[in-house]
């Protein structure tokens, strides 16, 4: 069974742009659209009901069309929800326009199914939370104070500006569809470059739209990495991942790798230092989800196989604490502290050698072998151990070490400029 978590954006026409969720197992939306082009016009049953099979439509909109109310969760929002007086409550018989729907507005990501399963667990709550709001609900803008607040209490914002009681200008911030979209996937660990520390300051749709492309390249890898490590497809895996791929972003060696890489992709082996200087000015997570494909995909051809199956081991340094730090699957993605690797087991030996982030461990010894048998030294000197791993740790690290020469290094390095973390 596959699992599919789709990011749908309803363009600006004749109403205001709108962002949400769809759910899908087994097949894809495109692989959907061939089968009937309007599938998704079906009504699915309530998240909360026992007939409910781990499908639908998932939205964040106010209770009424307005910048600031109470916000609900609505369900089967392919359609556009509309209060009935009537009846007493949200109806579904607006369509959204067939483009809302286009290949062009959404963006696909196929994920695990711990992944989705946690994914409708969080909507769940959010729609239990919000089930009974309607219309009648008095706009109270007072949890406009904090994110924190808006989140808590799933109060709707989209307006940058507000004005207090002393006619004052306030920046409140920004809880709006596009948010609650940003914040669902960020639960279950998709890496969607512009949240937390990248988050824009006033969310738009077009920012989120604008992403799409990015944001499928980098899980498109990521899954690859999952496809062969199955502790990869818990939230928990998934989290480590992310978290390891951007301590990399300002790592010294990943920057030596990619300017390596340019030099041999543009076949310009004597960059001046200004060109260098753009291009680490160019350097953020894009680049290092490229180069951890790069290296990944090296893998997978000396394998010989396709379908490669392991584990990862996560290996970066921690700026903060000035410590080497390694994240494996058999301690729950904890951070050990690593002060040495023993290079007698030839994955270990092979990453110090070739400067890898990463070790990965076969689970077939006869593959483990092909991959390594260049770095399968047997008995090992300490002293060889040492110098090894210290030479690895400070390029890890940043720090210029001549204690150890290795072609790979020197590769790396030959421009003679000094490598450091910026």
Same mark, same amino acid.
């Given at each position: 069974?596959?699992?599919?978590?789709? *990011?749908?954006?309803?363009?600006?026409?004749?109403? *205001?742009?709108?962002?949400?969720?769809?759910?899908?197992?087994?097949?894809?939306?495109?692989?959907?659209?061939? #089968?009937?082009?309007q599938w998704y016009k079906q009504i699915y049953p309530s998240i909360l009901d026992n007939d409910f099979?781990?499908?639908?439509? !998932?939205?964040?909109?106010?209770?009424?069309?307005? @910048?600031?109310?109470?916000? /609900?969760?609505?369900?089967?929002?392919?359609? #556009?929800?509309?209060?009935?007086?009537?009846?007493?409550?949200?109806? &579904?018989? =607006?369509?959204?326009?067939?483009?809302?729907?286009?290949?062009?507005?959404?963006?696909?990501?196929?994920?695990? $199914?711990?992944?989705?399963?946690?994914?409708?667990?969080?909507?769940? /709550?959010?729609?239990?939370?919000?089930?009974?709001?309607?219309?009648?609900?008095?706009?109270?803008?007072?949890?406009?104070?904090?994110?924190?607040?808006? /989140?808590?209490?799933?109060?709707?914002?989209?307006? @940058? #500006?507000? +004005?207090?009681?002393?006619?004052?200008?306030?920046?409140?911030?920004?809880?709006?569809?596009?948010?609650?979209?940003?914040? /669902?996937?960020?639960?279950?660990?998709?890496?969607?470059?512009?949240?937390?520390?990248?988050? @824009?300051?006033?969310?738009?749709? =077009?920012?989120?739209?604008?992403?799409?492309?990015?944001?499928?390249?980098?899980?498109?890898?990521?899954?690859?990495?999952?496809?062969?490590?199955?502790?990869?497809?818990?939230?928990?895996?998934?989290?480590?991942?992310?978290?390891?791929? %951007?301590?990399?972003?300002?790592?010294?060696?990943m920057q030596e790798i990619y300017l390596d890489e340019y030099k041999k992709q543009y076949n310009s082996?004597?960059?001046? @230092?200004? $060109?260098?200087?753009?291009?680490?000015?160019?350097?953020? *997570?894009? %680049?290092?989800?490229?180069?951890?494909?790069?290296?990944?995909?090296?893998? +997978?051809?000396?394998?010989?196989?396709?379908?490669?199956?392991?584990?990862?081991?996560?290996?970066?340094?921690?700026?903060?604490?000035?410590? *080497?730090?390694?994240?494996?699957?058999?301690?729950? &993605?904890?951070?050990?502290?690593? $002060?040495?690797?023993?290079?007698?087991?030839?994955?270990?030996?092979?990453?110090?050698?070739?400067?890898?982030?990463? +070790?990965?461990?076969?689970?077939?010894?006869?593959?483990? %072998?092909?991959?390594?048998?260049?770095?399968?030294?047997?008995?090992?000197?300490?002293?060889?151990?040492?110098?090894?791993?210290? !030479?690895?740790?400070?390029?890890?690290?940043?720090?210029?070490?001549?204690?150890?020469?290795?072609?790979?290094?020197?590769?790396?390095?030959?421009?003679?400029?000094?490598?450091?973390?910026?």
């Amino acid at each position: 069974m596959r699992y599919y978590a789709t *990011i749908y954006i309803h363009p600006m026409d004749w109403n *205001i742009p709108h962002a949400f969720l769809g759910l899908t197992k087994d097949k894809s939306p495109d692989e959907l659209d061939k #089968i009937d082009f309007q599938w998704y016009k079906q009504i699915y049953p309530s998240i909360l009901d026992n007939d409910f099979k781990d499908e639908g439509f !998932f939205g964040f909109a106010p209770v009424e069309s307005t @910048p600031s109310h109470w916000g /609900k969760v609505y369900e089967n929002n392919q359609h #556009i929800p509309k209060w009935d007086n009537n009846f007493q409550q949200y109806t &579904y018989t =607006d369509e959204r326009p067939p483009s809302t729907f286009w290949q062009q507005n959404r963006c696909v990501l196929e994920i695990s $199914q711990e992944q989705y399963e946690t994914l409708l667990d969080f909507i769940k /709550k959010d729609v239990e939370k919000t089930i009974k709001r309607t219309s009648s609900l008095k706009q109270n803008d007072s949890y406009l104070k904090n994110i924190e607040t808006l /989140k808590e209490n799933l109060y709707y914002n989209s307006t @940058p #500006i507000n +004005i207090n009681t002393s006619g004052e200008k306030i920046l409140p911030p920004i809880h709006n569809c596009v948010t609650w979209v940003i914040q /669902k996937l960020s639960d279950i660990e998709i890496e969607l470059v512009n949240i937390d520390e990248w988050n @824009p300051d006033f969310p738009m749709v =077009d920012d989120l739209k604008e992403n799409f492309d990015l944001i499928k390249s980098l899980h498109s890898i990521f899954l690859k990495f999952q496809n062969i490590d199955d502790n990869l497809q818990s939230v928990k895996g998934a989290k480590a991942f992310k978290n390891w791929a %951007r301590m990399l972003i300002n790592n010294s060696l990943m920057q030596e790798i990619y300017l390596d890489e340019y030099k041999k992709q543009y076949n310009s082996e004597n960059l001046s @230092p200004e $060109q260098e200087e753009v291009l680490y000015a160019l350097w953020n *997570i894009t %680049r290092v989800y490229k180069i951890l494909d790069i290296l990944l995909s090296r893998l +997978i051809t000396k394998s010989g196989t396709k379908n490669l199956k392991g584990t990862f081991e996560l290996i970066y340094f921690d700026r903060k604490d000035k410590q *080497i730090k390694l994240l494996k699957a058999d301690n729950d &993605y904890e951070a050990i502290i690593i $002060q040495d690797l023993d290079l007698s087991k030839k994955y270990n030996n092979f990453s110090v050698s070739k400067f890898y982030p990463f +070790i990965f461990i076969p689970k077939d010894e006869m593959l483990s %072998r092909t991959l390594y048998h260049k770095y399968d030294y047997g008995n090992i000197s300490q002293e060889y151990q040492k110098d090894r791993n210290e !030479f690895y740790f400070n390029v890890l690290a940043g720090e210029k070490s001549d204690k150890y020469w290795s072609s790979s290094y020197h590769k790396m390095t030959k421009s003679l400029r000094k490598v450091y973390v910026s």
